[in-house]
């Protein structure tokens, strides 16, 4: 009886070490099948993954979190940047404004240099020099420039008057009413073809007229020429304007002239060739209204 009872015992402990085991052997199996497989296709043997622990841990037992779907990439925004409102400081120099409502009486630049008519030579002289065109200094190199890259096109130029001081705008005046029978200036449309002293954009040394040679008279014929064609269309690349246009007259106040180019900067130049302004109504624009432009 003892030893039925004996054996018994003995069956149930080893039933249940045997149940142990053969759950854990299941166990591992079940846990383990994936590995298994990429242990026999690698040569990995199972117990080494399984001592380090991290590739059984990622796979098995706590799998990793299932990837989040793909989102499109946001298109890096590039902000276009604000432009700066335009504006300009009408006080400045280059926006001197001269004509018949706008005198500058007895204004004189401060400083005047001698150009080469012909622009056969490029030197700038700072003396005296009949022989020469006239005109403010801050000017001349972008005249200069503006003349050579005209020539270098192939084309003739002749810098035919800049500066004028009072006195000679004066005797002009003079000269031009009695030939013309007029006293004002002015042609019959009520346009200047002569302005009062004073009122002459010459007399700012800002300007100049340019034609293809020497005319005895400027006038209608500038047009057809391919010289100024070309200053028409790049005198804007180096700060000059076409000051009277055609189709501006009642604007300016002044019959259309292809020969007188007025310095205004680049920038102006720029937008004022771009928005097909004068100067009249750049300055209606920007400044405090034409009638409010200050005397120089
Ligand atoms: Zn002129």
Not at 85 to 98: A, G, Q, T
């Amino acid at each position: 009886m003892k030893n039925r009872v004996g054996r018994i015992i003995v069956g149930l402990v080893f039933l249940f070490f045997f149940g142990i085991y053969f759950y854990k052997q299941l166990g591992i199996r079940t846990f383990s099948d994936d590995l298994a497989s990429w242990g026999e296709a690698t040569g990995f043997h199972r117990d080494t993954v399984e001592t380090s622990g991290s590739i059984g841990e990622q796979s098995a037992e706590q799998p990793a979190a299932p990837a989040a779907p793909e989102q499109p990439a946001a298109p890096v925004e590039t902000p276009e940047p604000t432009p700066e409102p335009l504006s300009f400081d009408l006080s400045s120099w280059e926006y001197m404004l001269v004509n018949g409502d706008h005198s500058i009486d007895q204004y004189a630049p401060a400083e005047l240099v001698y150009l080469d008519q012909a622009v056969e030579a490029l030197d700038i002289q700072t003396s005296y020099n009949p022989n020469r065109v006239a005109v403010d200094a801050r000017i001349a190199q972008p005249l200069l420039d503006m003349a050579k890259a005209c020539k270098d096109a192939g084309l003739p130029v002749w810098l035919s008057s800049g500066y004028r001081s009072y006195s000679e705008q004066a005797a002009n005046f003079q000269r031009i009413c009695q030939n013309n029978g007029i006293t004002d200036g002015k042609d019959a449309k009520g346009h200047y073809i002569t302005m009062p002293a004073g009122c002459s954009e010459h007399q700012s040394g800002l300007c100049c007229d340019i034609t293809d040679k020497y005319r005895e008279i400027k006038n209608d014929e500038i047009f057809k020429t391919d010289t100024y064609a070309w200053l028409r269309d790049h005198c804007a690349e180096y700060g000059f304007i076409l000051r009277f246009p055609t189709g501006k007259e009642d604007i300016t106040g002044v019959m259309n002239e292809g020969w007188h180019f007025r310095y205004v900067g680049l920038e102006a130049a720029k937008y004022m060739t771009e928005n097909d302004l004068t100067l009249e109504e750049f300055w209606q624009r920007f400044g405090p209204g034409e009638t409010a432009a200050p005397a120089v």
